[in-house]
């Protein structure tokens, strides 16, 4: 009986990792620096040689082990295939195949935010749905799709990127991923305070956010949670900005819950109560009984979505 599994997370900066037990149990987590020099070729050797080292450092053998499910900045086709990983510097290639050769193991691997999504289905916000939505409020806007306990990769890999559904044809602001309109550029941490300051170029109500010399979303919603009019405005905008996208996007994929994550998560309760609020107001009423809940996993969603997406067949 094959008894581990490993949880891989890629991001520009680090590495996360985790060693499972086919029942979910975290054994262990660590992380390495991610080596970009050379395109990102030296990736696969430096998680290789993590591997081989946690499994020798527990008397593992590697016929004890169902495999590794990896997640990775950038679209991810069904068989394993990156179109592109800008922030680790791939171009074209077979995440499964080159760790797979590395390590002798069998490798799935997702686009991160979709890994994120099966993590908090397994483990976290999700426990219980087979079909979620995992929406991550950070620098951007990411998605997560899982129909029936699958992750949703789309035919290029880009399923579930809902910071690029266009919300508004008339914005002349460019998003970063040059379109204009970008859910991104409202929902997001970035996003309000671009709203924001916008705003505060004309407004003439005293507001505390004007004493605020480098503005964060966590200043907004602290200020809103203290009744501050101004940023529970801005609040409200970006409530009904988001929880309109997601209303439409419940149309086409019907979750039973909603997961909201991020850094802007952080604002809790005044967060959700406003997208849900719109979200009730403006979608189809066969999925008015989406719910609403916070994200649990944090930065650990990734090893538990990498382990699971190898675990949930073993």
């Known amino acids: 009986m094959k008894r581990y599994g490993f949880g891989i997370d890629v991001g520009g900066t680090a590495i996360k990792m985790g060693l499972f037990t086919t029942d979910g149990e975290l054994i262990e987590k660590w992380e390495i620096k991610t080596n970009k020099e050379d395109q990102g070729s030296r990736i696969f050797d430096d998680i290789a040689k993590q591997i081989d080292e946690k499994l020798s450092e527990r008397n593992i053998s590697k016929s004890e082990v169902a495999g590794i499910g990896i997640g990775v900045p950038g679209p991810v086709k069904a068989d394993g295939t990156v179109v592109k990983c800008v922030n680790v510097g791939w171009g074209i290639l077979n995440v499964e195949q080159e760790l797979a050769t590395r390590t002798g193991l069998t490798v799935k691997a997702g686009n991160d935010a979709n890994i994120a999504a099966l993590g908090e289905m397994w483990k976290g916000g999700g426990r219980g749905c087979q079909n979620l939505l995992l929406v991550t409020l950070g620098t951007g806007v990411g998605g997560g799709i899982i129909i029936e306990g699958n992750m949703l990769y789309g035919s290029n890999g880009a399923g579930g990127e809902i910071g690029h559904v266009v919300v508004d044809k008339h914005e002349t602001e460019v998003c970063g991923c040059g379109k204009k309109g970008c859910l991104e550029q409202y929902a997001s941490a970035n996003g309000i305070v671009r709203m924001t300051k916008k705003a505060l170029a004309t407004e003439t109500r005293d507001t505390v956010l004007n004493t605020i010399e480098n503005l964060t979303a966590k200043d907004i919603f602290d200020a809103a949670k203290s009744n501050d009019t101004v940023a529970a405005e801005q609040v409200e905008k970006m409530g009904n900005i988001l929880g309109?996208?997601?209303?439409?996007?419940?149309?086409?994929?019907?979750?039973?819950?909603?997961?909201?994550?991020?850094?802007?998560?952080?604002?809790?309760?005044?967060?959700?109560?406003?997208?849900?609020?719109?979200?009730?107001?403006?979608?189809?009423?066969?999925?008015?009984?989406?719910?609403?809940?916070?994200?649990?996993?944090?930065?650990?969603?990734?090893?538990?979505?990498?382990?699971?997406?190898?675990?949930?067949?073993?």
Not at 278 to 296: G, I, K, P, S, V
């Open 244 to 314: 309109t996208a997601l209303a439409s996007i419940a149309c086409v994929i019907n979750p039973e819950r909603i997961v909201i994550g991020g850094g802007v998560s952080k604002a809790g309760k005044i967060l959700i109560d406003v997208i849900e609020k719109h979200f009730m107001e403006q979608t189809f009423h066969a999925c008015r009984n989406a719910e609403f809940a916070l994200a649990e996993l944090g930065n650990d969603a990734g090893i538990y979505g990498g382990a699971c997406l190898i675990l949930q067949n073993a």
